[in-house]
Structure formats: C-alpha cells, structure tokens
C-alpha cells in the first residue's frame, strides 16, 4: 500500500499508471505527475498450456492486475498506458465487441509445426519491405496467426485481432485497436518504408481483421463501469492505446539530455537484450544482415530504427542454473570483479549460442573453452564468465547496426558490473552510459502523456574494464565466426 504522505501528496495532483506485461514478469507501477515512481507490484508470469499448446496467461495476469488495481482504490489515477512485448496477439469475438478472447494467445516459444512453418516461410515478404527476419517459432507475429487461422478458422473468421500490448488497452476499457510499435516489431506484418500493413498481411486479408491503427499517444477511452468500481479507481481515468516494451525504453531514452537527438545507441536488457540505434541519417533496411537477428522495429512517429537482440537473459540463466539476481545485485559486483583477471589470462570464454536460432551467431554451439572448473573456479567465476559472454555477443550486435558515439544501457543488466564495463572496454570510442535498471520502460510510457517528463537524476558514465579485452576478443571471435550461418 501507498504511504499516507504519498497518498495525500498525489490527492492533490493526480498520478499517472504503467501496466507492464513481459514475457517473464508482470509488473505495475503507480506514479506522480512529475515522474516520480511511488508504488510496484511484479508478478512472475506463470507457464500456461490450453488445447496442447503453450500460451500466454492471460486470465492469471488479468486477475492479479485487478487485486493489483484495487490496493490503488481511491487514488486520483488520471490515466494508464499499457506496455507489453510484440510477439502475441489477442483474437476477439463480436468485431471487437466481444465479451471474451476466442482463444487463449499463443505463447512464442510453442514450436509452430513444421509443415505449417514452411508453407508460412513461402507466404513471407522479402527482409527488404518489413525489416523482419525470419525468426524460430512464433517470434514472426504473423506465423502465429497463420496457424491460428488453420487451428480456429472459424474463429479467425470473424475475429478483430489485435497486438497484446493493446489488448491490456481493450481489457482496461472495451475498446480494441492496434498500434503501430507493436506491428512493426519482427512480425511481418508491417512495411516500414510504406508505414503500413505489410503486402502479405493485407493478400492475406488480415490487415482488414486487426483492429484500427492508433498513435501509441492516443487515447482509447475509459476505465470499463465494471472495471472502476471492482478496483476503486476514477471512473474517467483515461487509457492510452500502449506501446511495445523495446520502443517504450526507447522513448525513455530520448527524454535524456545526453541522448535526444544525438546519434546513440539504447540497449535494452532483460529476457532480450535489444539494441535500438538512434540514426542521424537513414540505415536501408539492405544494409542489415538478415541471418544474423538484426530488424527494424518501428518508433511511435513510425520511423524505422535499425535494431539487433539477442537473448541474454535466457543466455545467463541457462549457465547460472540459479537466481540470476546473483548477477547484478550490488553486494556480489566486487567478488565478480575479482574473477576477471584470471578469466581473461587463461583465456576462459563461453562459445554461442545459449539460445539456439537467435542472436548474431544463431547456428552456434554453445560450448565452454578452458572451462572454469578446469582450473579450481569459484561459483563467481562462472557468473563473471557469463558476464564477459553477454559483453562480446552485445558488441557483435551492436557492430552490425552500425552503433557509434553513444551507448546508453538500461534495464536490469545495468546493474551488472562485468557485463557494462566489459561493453565499454570493448567499444573505447563510444561513450557508455547506464540508467536506472528497473523502470526505464515504464517512464518511457509515462512520457507518452508527458513528452517533457525529464528523469530524475543522471546518468553514469560506465569506467572500462581493465585488462587486454582486445585480444580476449580476438581470439573469441575468430572461433565464433567459423560457425556456419
């Protein structure tokens, strides 16, 4: 609950909400006017399967949101902007009117059947007209509703569909619509160049099922009658249509000075580490390698914006095998600093890919060279290595969007010593700096309602890594790029 001091503060001025749905937490946060996080709730988000497939919770996230909601009841909410990630989509019933989802939104990582991938592969347009490459399982947004449409045909019919970041949007206020940072986010569906639904999308007639294009800005209406007096919240704060989580850090980023308009580079880090460059001229959307997981996502003007990811998250997760907090919590940064020297004279470094099929070396094999239970390591060791892998494999991707000047990493990796000093020794002509770890995306949404918002505080220039980084280099990737494409 909200501290009454807080509470009697924003009475008298209003507070804004973030409804935040990752693919690994829920969150929601509560907020002052002038951009000051007050309160957040977090929710892990649990595995789900209906009818044989994996699928996103969204009856389990639905039900926390309200009990969440309903801890704010009686506060002055003036408005609330949802956020999710790009690769679901929600199908409703009655044109958009529905009372209820058709059925349950496909989770990404459910393998799409093969015969179904292929015949979905051969339907695609070219790299050239979406910036979308072909991605494993249902990352493309529309190999999803391709086998939606063979498993619900029905359904699929008559359903309006929409991205699910704006189905947080209709679920808050009953109004469906779609937007465009989360259309043109890896999922074939959008042209950026044309900065509409992309050729396939519409032969396919599924540009006409989604639901209308807003500005992730706009206004989609109120709180649902139901939805304010179960929760307590004003009956007339107002819901924005949303945005994608990547494009929301993004925004947050160009309200700081030294980003703005310069050229930069905003690493996002989480489950996906995704590098989103700030061009001071156009990037074609030719000069990206498509085989190598870079893409174009979509800004909330509509601009493109040359992007790489790779799954850096899930990557440390996969050799920690434990809380993953343990790499970036402050009191564990200097006992893995310790490690590093020995890690680079003995040449220890993890080969990609953790995460197979994404990532600048998608056909990789993850492999260990000079081990750190070879030679007596420590538990810290291992982290410190991982840390050092994250670093290497980040500097590929940002060399393939072509990333210079000035580098801003955010998210919870931030935190991560190893990792960010690592990324500044390996990049010596790029300023690096770090934001806040926790909740750049969601004061990037809050400035959807306030483009001035400045955030508190300012950044910290991120201080090398010492140690020869160059050669630890070297030698990492004359052996990561003997790996077959």
């Not at 907020?31 to 994996?54: F, I």
């Not at 500005?215 to 649902?224: I, K, Q």
């Not at 490690?339 to 099929?357: I, Y």
């Not at 094999?365 to 991982?386: I, L």
Request: aromatic fraction near 8%; charge should be negative.
């Amino acid at each position: 609950m909200v501290h009454r001091e807080w509470a009697e503060r924003m009475a008298a001025a209003g507070v804004f909400i973030v409804v935040d749905i990752g693919k690994t937490l829920s969150k929601v946060t509560l907020w002052t006017r002038a951009g000051q996080m007050v309160d957040r709730k977090v929710r892990p988000n649990s595995a789900c399967e209906k009818d044989g497939v994996r699928c996103l919770d969204a009856d389990g996230i639905g039900d926390w949101l309200r009990a969440a909601l309903r801890d704010w009841a009686g506060h002055p909410v003036e408005a609330i902007v949802p956020v999710a990630h790009g690769a679901g989509f929600a199908a409703l019933g009655g044109n958009g009117g529905g009372d209820a989802l058709v059925f349950a939104p496909l989770d990404y990582e459910q393998a799409i059947p093969a015969e179904v991938m292929a015949a979905y592969r051969a339907e695609r347009d070219p790299f050239a007209i979406t910036g979308s490459p072909a991605l494993p399982e249902g990352l493309n947004l529309g190999a999803q509703v391709y086998w939606m449409t063979q498993r619900h045909p029905e359904a699929m019919a008559d359903a309006t569909l929409l991205p699910w970041a704006q189905y947080w949007a209709w679920f808050l206020t009953g109004r469906a619509v779609s937007e465009v940072t989360s259309l043109g986010c890896h999922t074939d569906l959008w042209s950026p160049a044309e900065a509409r639904f992309s050729p396939m999308a519409r032969r396919l007639g599924w540009a006409d099922r989604f639901a209308p294009v807003v500005l992730a800005s706009d206004v989609v209406g109120t709180l649902r009658p139901d939805l304010a007096a179960e929760t307590g919240l004003p009956p007339g704060a107002q819901v924005l249509a949303g945005l994608h989580d990547s494009n929301a850090a993004l925004l947050a980023a160009r309200g700081l000075a030294e980003i703005a308009d310069a050229e930069a580079t905003i690493l996002s880090t989480g489950t996906w580490f995704v590098s989103m460059r700030l061009a001071r001229e156009a990037v074609p959307i030719t000069d990206l390698p498509e085989g190598r997981d870079t893409l174009v996502n979509v800004d909330v003007l509509g601009r493109p914006v040359p992007s790489a990811r790779f799954m850096g998250g899930r990557e440390i997760e996969t050799i920690i095998q434990l809380d993953t907090r343990r790499i970036d919590i402050r009191p564990d940064q200097p006992k893995l600093m310790d490690e590093v020297p020995a890690l680079l004279r003995r040449r220890t470094m993890m080969m990609p890919t953790l995460a197979p099929g994404f990532g600048p070396f998608p056909a990789g094999d993850a492999r260990w060279v000079n081990a750190p239970v070879e030679w007596q390591g420590t538990w810290y060791a291992r982290r410190a290595a991982v840390c050092l892998y994250a670093a290497l494999v980040a500097d590929t991707a940002l060399d393939l969007i072509g990333s210079k000047d000035r580098l801003l990493i955010e998210g919870r990796f931030a935190e991560a010593e190893v990792f960010v000093r690592a990324l500044a020794a390996l990049r010596p002509k790029t300023e690096v700096f770090v934001a806040n770890a926790h909740n750049n995306v969601s004061f990037g949404a809050l400035r959807l309602i306030d483009p001035g918002l400045k955030a508190d505080g300012a950044l910290r220039r991120v201080e090398p890594l010492a140690g020869d980084l160059d050669s630890y280099r070297a030698r990492w990737r004359d052996a990561a790029m003997s790996i077959p494409a």
